[in-house]
């Protein structure tokens, strides 16, 4: 992988932890976010699969699981933030 995949795929984790800040700052439950940011990022995977030559993936179905899996890192990256506040 050369390093525009890697950082196409850390661009979607990226994205999604910065929508998943923006929900948090709505009325919505926060138990949505998790869901939103995996099917934020499989849409956005979906889409890098299309535009992005070196997106890090062989066919579409998986180009949507590596945006489905980078979009909920952004939630584990925040928790992750979270615990090492405390």
């Not at 890697?6 to 998790?34: E, G, H, M, R």
Request: aromatic residues 6%.
């Amino acid at each position: 992988m050369d390093m525009l995949g890697f950082a196409s795929v850390s661009s979607i984790t990226v994205i999604c932890y910065l929508a998943a800040l923006i929900i948090k700052a709505t009325p919505v439950d926060n138990k949505w976010i998790p869901a939103v940011c995996g099917v934020l990022g499989g849409i956005i995977g979906g889409f890098a699969y299309h535009i992005i030559p070196s997106f890090p993936s062989e066919d579409p179905l998986s180009s949507i699981a590596v945006g489905i899996v980078s979009g909920l890192a952004a939630t584990g990256v925040h928790q992750a933030c979270k615990k090492l506040k405390k």
